[in-house]
């Protein structure tokens, strides 16, 4: 069955813009959380949606948002992008909420902010 | 607040059995330790769960002691395509619900 996929795989913005990306689970998976990976920081937990609602969110500030859809794919925005956005963005499908179940990645949307 | 220390970095050699200790003091009654695999430019994928003793799959053990507060990821009989960076998670509901990643044992393995 298809894995998850991320759109866009790379994109470059400047100072100032706005980003949306997507995420589209496995089928059947109804979790889609959000993970973002920078050299320095590693990976950082962002969000988590579950059955259209947010169930958790981590340590980033409002200008990160997301939703998830009725279908289950979700998408997340970043306004006001700041050179510090640049990274790897991850989202990852759960069959279930995140507990002790598996998540499956996406290979990820790298933004590069100028 | 659990939290998980692992190596930063590893060495090995082709064929070898490569054991990846992670330690994790704080791990509550409910948590379950995971352990993800990653390559560059990839997202992260999942090798292994566990809950207590040990748990086998086709690519590797997890062992885990009575007190719960380590694990030890074992890949056996390692090849070049296993280097990659190695995360070791437990639990999900850490600071009310968020999953948290460590830093990572980065493996690299030589021919």
């Known amino acids: 069955k298809a894995g998850v996929t991320q759109t866009p795989r790379y994109l470059i913005k400047t100072r100032g813009q706005q980003v949306t990306l997507s995420c589209s689970p496995i089928s059947g998976h109804r979790s889609v959380s959000w993970y973002q990976q920078t050299p320095g920081q590693g990976l950082q937990f962002l969000f988590e949606?579950?059955?259209?609602?947010?169930?958790n969110k981590g340590n980033f500030p409002g200008r990160f948002s997301g939703r998830q859809f009725s279908n289950s794919r979700s998408e997340m925005n970043v306004s006001t992008l700041e050179l510090g956005d640049s990274a790897l963005y991850l989202c990852?499908?759960?069959?279930?909420?995140?507990?002790?179940?598996?998540?499956?990645f996406g290979e990820g949307s790298r933004l590069t902010v100028l | 607040l659990a939290k998980t220390t692992q190596p930063i970095s590893m060495d090995s050699y082709e064929g070898q059995e490569v054991n990846i200790t992670c330690s994790h003091n704080n791990i509550a009654t409910n948590d379950y330790i995971t352990w993800y695999q990653q390559f560059p430019s990839q997202g992260p994928r999942f090798i292994i769960q566990g809950y207590k003793t040990k748990v086998t799959n086709e690519v590797a053990s997890l062992f885990i002691p009575a007190d719960r507060k380590s694990s030890t990821l074992s890949l056996p009989r390692v090849s070049l395509s296993d280097t990659a960076v190695y995360y070791c998670?437990?639990?999900?509901?850490?600071?009310?619900?968020?999953?948290?990643f460590g830093q990572g044992t980065e493996l690299s393995v030589k021919p």
């Open positions: 990852a499908s759960s069959l279930g909420q995140i507990d002790v179940g598996e998540l499956f």
């Open positions: 949606y579950f059955s259209e609602t947010q169930r």
């Open positions: 998670l437990v639990g999900v509901y850490n600071q009310g619900g968020k999953l948290i």
